[in-house]
């Protein structure tokens, strides 16, 4: 990194070829400085020294990724494709007809669930916890597939073998994804639903206890439950929201080896009753009557899941890093380090008197810029610049009064390493 101990350099500071000027003590004029050539600066970067800091973290804490309100700035939604696939036998005399699954039912569904994400609740447990409640920043979106824009992402599927879902007793087949190999739909970006029968036998059975159910398989749910004439969405919508955090990585959290500090291990009791039961965990990732309540600790690693390059599970969220809002900058105007992966669709601009130290990945959105104003600090430290869209980012801009001219820029594709740059 180069660092200026000169007043006369501190608009600027990196030389070279015509990438980065110098500035100098002349008469002012604005201009526009810009990083343009990526194999130049690649050569450059790999010949400064890292910048030592004393407050690194590690680019894979769930802290770094947890909506709290200091992240603010550059938080924003994501949201989760979904299509759904209901299972009928021949019969088709279980779950409700695919009219209403389509039009009223699975619409419903979606919108429940995402109340019960949104409307995030104090942490019953443990008892007089002060646990933030944090919005989720998730949400669900039904999605159609290429060529398939009657179905309004719910099928049909009429199938006396792999039509109904079991979890218990010799036939049981939560663990098998039989039918999820035969009939999912784009799986590889959009999480798919099998909403399944109980077989008539288990429910005919004078010993069986039924009750809903769901197992998370890769990209897939399968859930079951569905017998009565109308079966009420709010009493699924908790079940559905509970598979999707197993999706994103969330393990159950009734015991004290699910990675999060502020899921205090609990009897895991499903309703209120005798010690040990009295007051009963609210928690998404528990077995209860409510499993509302999401921590901070399970709301980051859901959004580290999200913004992993090598995870499966991001190619599920829909990509508005991609589609640049040019009206909408994220303004630096305090000092600021950014530690954790980032997925942009917005300029970042660098106050005067700011400073920016990036670390991790970062994604921009196609013809999206980081803007140094004059007075601003910007250190790229240990971070990778990049569009994940397969675009050209818009590049490096510093605003400097001190160059006559401004260099045409041609838009970088990645930055990696280490470089500092002063306005």
Known sequence: MIRSSHACLQSLIITLIGIIALSSCKPKTESTVHITDLTQVTAVIEALPDLPYEDRISCDAWENYAPYPENQLWFEEE??????????????????????????????????????????????????????????????????????????????HIDDD??????????????????????????????????????????????????????????????????????????????????VGHIFGLPHAWTKYDGCDDTPPNPNCFSPGPPPCEVVSNNLMDYNYDQRAITPCQLGRWHRTIHDLKSKKRKLIEERWCHYKPNDPIIINEDMHWVGNKDLNRDIRVKSGATLRLSCRISMAAHSSLIVEEGGHLILDGVRLHNDCGDLWGGIKVIDQSIGKAISHRGINSIEDTVDIQS
């Open 79 to 156: 949201t989760i494709r979904l299509n759904f696939h209901c299972m009928y036998d021949s019969k088709g005399d279980k779950l409700l007809p695919i009219k209403k699954m389509r039009s009223f039912w699975i619409p419903e569904l979606i919108i429940n669930a995402d109340l019960r994400l949104w409307n995030n609740p104090q942490m019953n447990l443990p008892i007089g916890n002060t646990t933030p409640a944090l919005p989720p920043m998730l949400r669900y979106r039904r999605t159609l597939s290429e060529g398939r824009y009657d179905d309004h992402g719910t099928y049909e």
């Open 162 to 243: 792999l039509f109904y879902f079991l979890n218990k007793g010799k036939e049981k087949n939560n663990y098998s994804k039989e039918v999820i190999n035969k009939y999912a739909i784009d799986d590889d970006h959009i999480l798919n639903v099998f909403i399944m029968e109980v077989h008539p036998d288990s429910v005919a059975s004078k010993t069986y206890n039924q009750h809903n159910a769901g197992i998370a398989l890769g990209t897939s749910i399968k859930i079951s439950g569905f017998y009565e004439e109308d079966p009420k969405w709010w009493e699924y919508a908790a079940m559905f929201n509970h598979e």
